[in-house]
């Protein structure tokens, strides 16, 4: 099948014609105007927006209080939306159709492998991070001093089929490679819906016992604003940014959801419509979570609905209803980031081999079969990496979502820059830059406490 005339530009194709539906396929998108619908493409970036962070939201707004918190929220999804649609024009500008083509446009092969080496860094990290919390929800954890029981312990006892190892390998086999095969964003529209959907139960719930807990007094007035008493509280805040920024971090998969697209130049509006769908999510747990849970909240929530002492039948009922929703998102987000993962690992790899990842069945099948097989024996080996995950947040993540955007505006290289884009992009950077390094540093000496005290 020969290239593709798409928007001014020479697209290779990703997948051959199909002789059953008569449709030519360039990169997910169909040629024939078919390709992957609005509302798709919203459901599959909110799903990878929507991961692991959400959990952290709520301990977020313990730190910085309600009123900053919310603030906060709004302002890093407004900076996410301003960094996407740097990607965008900048993308429409110059001759490539990928985040790494435009890196490597403005800062040349150096600067392609360094973005993706990040996002391979964070999506791999990420994943793996996926993969350990839904073992702990299906088969227990050891929290902050406390043992916690697994949903599957819970509801049949202990058994060898439950046990961390074997319940995570049933979930790889049964249900995450068969997604992780899929060769489209779009074939995954209908398991993202799923996953929203998810996530909004999650909200009600928890809305539901924060509401209970507030009629019958056993949850305390929540702080609207931060509590600073020496220098180390005010560098606490700054441990926020971190969590917030991975919280909306869903650039590396922009452009792939762009592609398939039946018209690539909605691809600003759905950006806009899945992040603001995400922040009220995002904000709706945050304030739920921390009404409910107060002071006590954990750096993870789902350890506090773990060791809630409520033990009255619509309780416990709402937290199984939780746990479970919540691991079953988290089972659907993982196919997506798996799909950057993948395209990466690919490119970095094999840079010298023409044929496109999508064509070459036996290369996707190794990719595809290694990677899964890779996170599956991290996660059981190591029993928490969320460390790990707040230095993601804090380097490859910040510089995927704000770092790299701004500079690519900077650069400039097709001249199309705006004053109001260099000011933007300057402070995008300034204020990511930052936040990272008191971020790192404080996190690095809360660590060195923790190991002094042992």
Same mark, same amino acid.
């Given at each position: ?48 927006? *929507? ?17 900053? #918190? ?12 301003? @960094? ?36 391979? *860094? ?142 690539? @130049? ?40 773990? #060791? ?94 704000? *770092? ?27 204020? #990511? ?19 002094? #005290? *042992?």
């Amino acid at each position: 099948m020969a290239p593709v005339q798409q928007e001014g530009k020479l697209v290779a194709p990703l997948l051959p014609r199909a002789a059953d539906d008569g449709a030519a396929t360039c990169s997910g998108r169909r040629v024939d105007g078919e390709g992957a619908s609005f509302q798709g493409a919203v459901l599959n970036l909110s799903t990878t927006i *929507i991961g692991a962070g959400i959990m952290s939201i709520p301990a977020t707004v313990k730190v910085l209080g309600v009123v900053p #918190a919310m603030l906060v929220i709004l302002v890093v999804a407004f900076l996410s939306d301003v @960094s996407i649609e740097f990607l965008l024009r900048f993308t429409d500008a110059g001759t490539s159709t990928s985040y790494s083509g435009v890196m490597s446009e403005s800062f040349g092969r150096l600067g392609r492998l360094i973005l993706q080496m990040c996002v391979a *860094i964070t999506t791999m990290g990420t994943t793996t991070v996926y993969l350990i919390i839904i073992g702990d929800v299906l088969s227990g954890c050891m929290s902050e001093g406390s043992v916690n029981v697994g949903l599957l312990q819970e509801w049949f006892g202990t058994r060898w089929w439950n046990t961390r190892e074997w319940a995570l390998l049933f979930t790889c086999l049964l249900i995450l490679l068969p997604l992780v095969s899929f060769r489209r964003v779009d074939s995954l529209k209908f398991s993202s819906g799923l996953s929203v959907l998810l996530a909004v139960v999650f909200v009600f719930a928890s809305a539901a016992m924060a509401l209970m807990a507030l009629f019958t007094g056993r949850t305390e007035k929540p702080s609207l604003f931060p509590k600073i008493t020496d220098r180390s509280s005010v560098f606490k805040l700054f441990t926020t940014m971190p969590v917030l920024v991975s919280a909306f971090t869903c650039h590396f998969n922009v452009h792939h959801i762009k592609i398939e697209l039946r018209k690539p @130049s909605q691809m600003n509006a759905v950006a806009r419509s899945s992040l603001l769908l995400c922040t009220i999510i995002y904000g709706a747990t945050g304030f739920f979570g921390y009404l409910l849970f107060g002071e006590e909240t954990m750096g993870d929530i789902l350890s506090n609905f773990n #060791a809630d002492s409520d033990s009255s039948p619509l309780s416990v009922l709402l937290k199984d209803v939780v746990r479970l929703s919540y691991a079953v998102h988290l089972m659907l987000v993982f196919p997506l980031l798996n799909f950057s993962l993948r395209i990466n690992v690919d490119e970095l790899l094999f840079v010298k081999v023409k044929k496109p990842l999508a064509l070459d069945t036996r290369r996707f099948g190794i990719i595809t079969v290694s990677l899964l097989a890779s996170i599956y024996l991290i996660a059981i080996s190591i029993p928490t990496i969320w460390i790990v995950f707040q230095f993601i947040g804090s380097t490859t993540a910040v510089s995927i979502a704000f *770092i790299f955007p701004g500079a690519i505006v900077l650069r400039d290289v097709n001249t199309i820059s705006r004053r109001r884009d260099m000011m933007l992009a300057t402070t995008m950077i300034v204020v #990511a830059a930052i936040s990272s390094i008191i971020a790192i540093t404080s996190n690095v000496m809360d660590f060195t406490k923790k190991v002094d #005290a *042992i």
